[in-house]
């Protein structure tokens, strides 16, 4: 095998990436190789990635202040067609996924996206892959015979490679970019919560059982003695615009991973369901018996939430 190469927006999914790497590299031969944007002189993130699994470390030229991101795709894509890389995984951002589909169309091979599964086919000569499919009622397993097999790959499908003392590795910067026709004319900031979601150990979720907006400094107020960061479903975020739509969790939103999940109600579609199916814990309030969400909760309230959370606040205002 020529080799597995990563890349991902944020720093810490390219370490879960090299740990993703590591397992195939067990039987799948070949040297991990991370790319990462301009370095500005500053090695500590290459030495990083080498010490932690990494063979090689791709730095990204600088961009022109006006030039857009994507002006990196031929240089990548280039210097695939000459290394020939077998496996590609690229962090499941939103423009993770569009670099993807750019270079996977560009060196004419496959694409599995938002992967929930890497592992090597019998003969270990190739990848199946598995994503979720029809709002994640079913799972598609996927096999690409072109080369580099491609996915994307969504946080914590992997924990961050552990550091490995006295490995070493190549470290080499790509050549400039060549002039974009995209110009970028202009720049906003935007608020992200969906890191912190995706981080959290107690996340509690908002669903369209809140009545009013006002409402929701219940939830506010219920995560702030948990030490809860807080999330909610689709309704929330794009129907009434309540809370951003990064705070949105489900096939089409994040998918989080916490130690504990509170659906306040929150009905429990399958698309919903999807972003939670990896919680350690589940709990639901919801007044509805027949709740979806109670099939797959390890504890549900069934009752007004309007009467569970101020008991819950109150409770837990006794213990602080």
């Not at 499941?92 to 992967?115: F, Q, V, W």
């Not at 995706?198 to 948990?226: F, H, M, N, P, Q």
């Not at 579609?269 to 109670?294: L, M, V, Y």
């Amino acid at each position: 095998m020529a080799g597995i190469w990563i890349f991902a927006e944020d720093y810490e999914h390219n370490l879960e990436l090299i740990q993703g790497g590591k397992e195939l590299a067990q039987k799948l031969a070949g040297k991990i190789v991370v790319i990462l944007p301009y370095n500005s002189g500053n090695d500590d993130k290459a030495h990083d990635c080498i010490a932690r699994g990494a063979d090689e470390v791709l730095y990204l030229p600088p961009l022109a202040e006006d030039g857009d991101f994507m002006a990196c795709i031929p240089l990548i894509v280039s210097e695939a067609l000459q290394e020939k890389p077998d496996i590609f995984l690229i962090g499941s951002s939103l423009r993770g996924k569009e670099l993807a589909a750019r270079i996977a169309a560009r060196l004419n091979t496959g694409l599995c996206s938002d992967c929930i599964s890497l592992k090597p086919s019998n003969d270990n000569q190739s990848l199946i892959m598995e994503r979720l499919i029809f709002g994640g009622a079913a799972v598609q397993r996927v096999a690409i015979p072109t080369r580099p097999q491609m996915a994307t790959i969504p946080p914590r499908l992997f924990f961050p490679a552990a550091v490995q003392e006295g490995r070493t590795g190549n470290i080499r910067e790509l050549p400039p970019a060549p002039p974009s026709k995209v110009k970028i004319l202009g720049k906003k900031t935007r608020t992200h919560e969906s890191a912190a979601l995706t981080e959290a150990r107690i996340l509690l979720c908002a669903g369209r059982g809140v009545e009013k907006e006002e409402d929701l400094s219940l939830v506010r107020e219920l995560a702030d003695l948990l030490g809860a960061e807080i999330g909610c479903t689709r309704p929330i975020s794009d129907e009434m615009h309540w809370l951003p739509e990064e705070c949105c969790i489900g096939l089409s939103g994040i998918q989080v991973k916490p130690e504990l999940y509170i659906g306040i109600g929150v009905s429990g579609q399958i698309q919903h369901i999807t972003g939670i199916r990896d919680a350690r814990i589940i709990c639901s309030i919801n007044n509805d018996e027949n709740a979806p969400i109670f099939a797959v909760s390890d504890y549900a309230i069934q009752g007004d939430l309007y009467k569970v959370l101020p008991l819950m606040i109150e409770e837990l205002k006794k213990s602080k």
